[in-house]
């Protein structure tokens, strides 16, 4: 059964933004952290910002100022607003609460910031 659902990427030139959805299930929603985290090539999957049922968020250094994460209740739908996107954003991105559940991890989506 899938748990999480990752939308929302593509293609973006640098200074570009782009907004991620990661559809949950409504228990998964109402009970954990969620997170978004990304995997460049070659490098180790990152914490890149969570949110907690109550509304609270934390951002990974590189990413404060431009990321900006929020969770739509009605939906059960957390999303990532990202302006700013640098090349090294490019990444796939993917959502788990936090901390990680591996059963949780979905397809993820492919984000690419490039001229």
């Known amino acids: 059964q899938v748990q999480l659902v990752e939308s929302g990427g593509g293609l973006v030139q640098p200074g570009g933004s782009l907004r991620l959805s990661c559809a949950a299930s409504?228990?998964?929603?109402?009970?954990?952290?969620l997170g978004w985290y990304r995997q460049a090539p070659g490098k180790q999957r990152e914490l890149v910002a969570t949110?907690?049922?109550?509304?609270?968020?934390n951002y990974e250094d590189s990413v404060k100022g431009r990321f900006t994460i929020s969770r739509d209740n009605a939906k059960n739908t957390v999303y990532l607003q990202m302006n700013s996107l640098k090349p090294e954003d490019t990444a796939v991105y993917y959502c788990?609460?936090?901390?990680?559940?591996?059963?949780?991890w979905g397809q993820g989506t492919q984000v690419t910031v490039s001229s």
């Open positions: 788990n609460t936090k901390p990680i559940r591996p059963n949780y």
């Open positions: 409504r228990i998964i929603f109402n009970s954990y952290v």
């Open positions: 949110i907690t049922s109550a509304g609270s968020t």
